[in-house]
């Protein structure tokens, strides 16, 4: 893949496969990959049914080239660098939903989630131009919480009236909401 292609097939082991590129597509792919009620296993083999329009007729043992290649694809067509430290996590495709579709829809000139179609790597390309905005001030805001830097006096007020968005939630599998439903009714009880 390069730069100036939009990809509607991916080779795997020398066979192409035509795969989903919607850019709802993968973002439901993402979701999938981030699901805490599967395991990873799990994760990843609906994550390639959903890419691969015929995943099927994937011989089992090409499983991890068509995994990597689908990871390259979700990258914006670069491999991702092996033995790099994960990046602290400071968005969320679901909980930032709102504030990425307001900075891609201005940079696109247009209501992206309106289009019937829209590869993933033209919505990556609005998306990395998204300048100043709601989400370049939360994005902020996290990356200088999580390295415990001092706040600015704006973004201490901006944090103290929009935290709910700021802060990152934690995606509960079922088993643990249940648990944590199951704790609060015990707490609410003691009252």
Known sequence: MNGWDLPEVVTVDGT???VNTDFRDVLDIIDHLTDPNDS????WYIAMALFYEDFASIPEGDYSEAMTKLAEFIEGGQ???????????????QQDASMIASGV?????????????????TFLAYFSAVGEGPLSTVVSIRNKL?????????????????????????R??????????????LLDGRK
């Open 105 to 121: 829809n201005k940079v696109a000139g247009c209501d992206v989630r309106s289009l019937p179609y829209l590869h993933w790597f």
């Open 146 to 170: 999580q390295n415990h830097k001092p706040l600015d006096k704006w973004e201490r007020e901006y944090y103290r009236d929009h935290r709910s968005e700021v802060d990152l939630r934690e």
């Open 79 to 93: 491999l991702p660098p092996q033995n790099r430290k994960p990046p602290r996590r400071l968005m969320d495709w």
């Open 16 to 18: 192409p496969y035509r």
């Open 40 to 43: 990873e296993m799990e994760r």
């Open 172 to 185: 509960l599998s079922d088993a643990e909401l249940a648990e944590k439903r199951r704790l609060e009714e």
